[in-house]
């Protein structure tokens, strides 16, 4: 049987190196909807948004991990994540989640009563807490734990 193709991935964020190995596929979500990179993809560049990566290891396992936002570039042989934060799910404390989730809602309705009050961030915070909890359930549910 031929020995499949792969692809040499990392995914740094500005405090470390969160993962190094070859995959054999990454699914990302990206301004412009959720690509799959798959060996010999078309290079390319493009921003990536808050969201869950779902990576395929050589073992034919799924790893999961959650982004809030960067740049991809993908080139022939190799992908590098530059991601402003990464976590794998295993790393995810649900109680921290909901915590900061709880202060970015609250944080949120009070942009929605002050006019000077920038909306985006809380917006982007928000939406990072969302993508982080959505990690941890599905890398929950495909681990098979309560």
Known sequence: MAEKKSIKFEIVTPDR????????????????????ILPDHIPLVSILKPGILEIKTLDQETEIMSVSGGF???????????????????????????????????????????????FSAVAAKLE?????????????????IK
Do not use: C, F, M
């Open 72 to 118: 991809i570039e993908v080139l022939r042989d190799k992908v590098v994540i530059l991601a402003d934060t990464a976590e794998r799910a295993q790393e995810l404390d649900e109680d921290k989640i909901t915590a900061a989730r709880a202060l970015a809602e609250a944080a949120k309705i009070e942009a929605l009563t002050r006019s000077d009050y920038d």
């Open 17 to 36: 190196t969160v993962l190094k190995q070859e995959i054999l596929q990454v699914s990302v979500p990206t301004q412009d909807g959720e690509i799959t």
């Open 128 to 144: 990072t807490e969302l993508a982080r909890e959505r990690a941890l359930h599905k890398w929950r549910r495909l681990k098979n």
